[in-house]
């Protein structure tokens, strides 16, 4: 029998499949003073999402001689909250679920992309305030404008296609993709960002947080936005983002609303989580939501059976066909 901790949650059945194949699931979010005096140690297992970080120190307090951590999951996909090279040097297999919550986010960008230019959130707060700004709120179409994707992974290629049925022509940076991919789905891949920003009316961004693209986008990169559409039309700015908080300056976003250079910012992540405040929340041209974009009932099922069928895998003493490590 082994003993798993679950930290940041995880779907009720995906709990079942785990004490139903005889293991012990203890549901609790640990602090940070908890996490380093060694409290996971107490565990053969452990499900994350993105609130508990499971940095160098927390891993070596989590494993002592007899027992001690052997599995760390990520109920997600990003896995910047946790240190792989000291679980890896600790024997700590760690796996994420990477597919499960495509489909999810590849919605959640596309709302906002349409929020952003059909002034959605704008509109319901006039109306909540009892303003009929119906002649104010004239907004643009995606279709006739360019998607610059930053990132052109699963999710990526998802909304870009999603993205072309509404008219948009597709651009990529990603170094790492193949070209035949974006050929396929008829996406010119560029080699450098800059070029993208340049092409580009609006941006999402699709890649992960590293020292590489840690405020990837910044000032000089929005002031290259040409903000006239393919099709002639003054469309502004827009920028989403729905991968991880730091990729975006958040200041220089906030900046580039003020001068106008950029007409909208909609974000699902912040370089600062939980996001209860931030200088953005006060700019009527930028809307967020609080990372969500995994979090719908069909996404977070996928992605808790996935998980606890590696938890399971490994208690019962096999490595995981599809680990980091
Ligand atoms: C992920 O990386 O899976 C998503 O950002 C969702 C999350 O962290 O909760």
């Known amino acids: 029998m082994g003993r798993v901790a679950v930290t940041d949650g995880m779907d009720e059945k995906a709990i079942e499949m785990i ?19 060694g409290v996971l140690a107490d565990f053969d297992a452990v499900v994350v999402r993105s609130a508990t970080k499971l940095t160098r120190d927390v891993i070596n307090s989590s494993v ?7 599995f760390i999951g990520r109920a997600g996909v990003g896995v910047d909250n946790i240190d792989i090279e000291a679980a890896t040097e600790n024997s700590i297999v760690v796996c994420n679920t990477p597919r499960a919550s495509t489909k999810s986010v590849v919605e959640m960008t ?15 707060r006039r109306l909540r305030d009892g303003v009929w700004a119906k002649k104010e709120l004239v907004g643009t179409e ?21 993205a072309k049925a509404l008219g948009m022509d597709l651009h990529a940076y990603d170094p790492y993709v193949p070209k035949e991919i974006a050929k396929r789905n008829n996406c010119k891949l560029h080699n450098d960002v800059d070029s993208i920003f340049r092409m580009c009316t609006h941006v999402s961004i699709h890649c992960n947080l590293t020292e590489e693209t840690y405020h990837l986008v910044n000032s000089s990169r929005i002031n290259l936005m040409p903000g006239v559409g393919d099709d002639g039309i003054h469309c502004g700015n ?24 950029l007409s909208s910012l909609a974000l699902d ?44 895998e490994t208690l019962n ?3 995981p066909k599809t680990s980091l490590n």
């Open 19 to 37: 004490t139903d194949n005889g293991h012990d699931v203890v549901v609790k979010h640990y602090t940070e003073e908890e996490l380093l005096s």
């Open 64 to 70: 002592n001689k007899e027992t001690g951590l052997k």
């Open 110 to 124: 596309i709302a906002h992309l349409l929020a952003s230019c059909r002034n959605i959130t704008t509109a319901d």
């Open 142 to 162: 995606l279709s006739g404008k360019s998607l610059g994707l930053i990132g052109y992974g699963r999710i990526a290629q998802g909304v870009g296609n999603i």
């Open 238 to 261: 827009h920028l989403v983002n729905c991968a991880r908080g730091g990729i975006i300056d958040e200041t220089a976003a906030l900046e580039a609303i003020k001068s106008g250079q």
């Open 269 to 312: 992540v912040f370089e600062i989580e939980p996001a209860t405040s931030n200088p953005l929340f006060d700019n009527e041209n930028f809307h967020g939501t609080p990372h969500i974009g995994a979090a719908t009932k069909e996404a977070q099922a996928r992605i808790g059976i996935e998980m606890a069928s590696l938890v399971i």
């Open 317 to 319: 003493g096999n490595k």
